[in-house]
């Protein structure tokens, strides 16, 4: 009993060769080389997030946009936040370990 399905699918002359290239490359059948390409999509799509978390992410941008204005963060310079940066920076190492191997990233 077989344990695979058979289809049929149009591709274009171009992709035709293209896929026919890459069997021969990589010495694979061209079955192996569109199961080798769905596997890829099906990776892609695990990994993107959902519709639902990037409209979370923009709204949590769009919050912290509007609280920073509010604050007076809204027209902060580059000098302004490498100071902060540089200031968070030092106040790390103060209570990070004394280790010679230690490095703050």
């Keep these: 009993m077989r344990n695979t399905k058979t289809i049929s699918i149009s591709l274009p002359p171009a992709q035709f060769k ?3 290239r890459l069997a021969k490359k990589q010495s694979r059948t ?3 080389i569109f199961r080798e390409g769905l ?3 099906e990776q892609d799509e695990k990994r ?3 519709q639902t978390a990037l409209r ?3 709204v949590a941008g769009q919050l912290l946009r509007e ?3 509010r604050s007076g ?3 902060i310079t580059m000098r302004e936040i ?3 940066v540089e200031a968070a920076r030092k106040e790390h190492r103060a209570k990070a370990p004394h280790d010679d191997n230690y490095t703050c990233k």
């Design 18 to 20: 293209i896929a026919g």
């Design 30 to 32: 061209m079955s192996e």
């Design 39 to 41: 596997r890829r999509l």
């Design 48 to 50: 993107r997030p959902s």
């Design 56 to 58: 979370d992410f923009a």
């Design 67 to 69: 609280d920073s204005r």
């Design 73 to 75: 963060l809204g027209k």
């Design 82 to 84: 490498n100071a902060e």
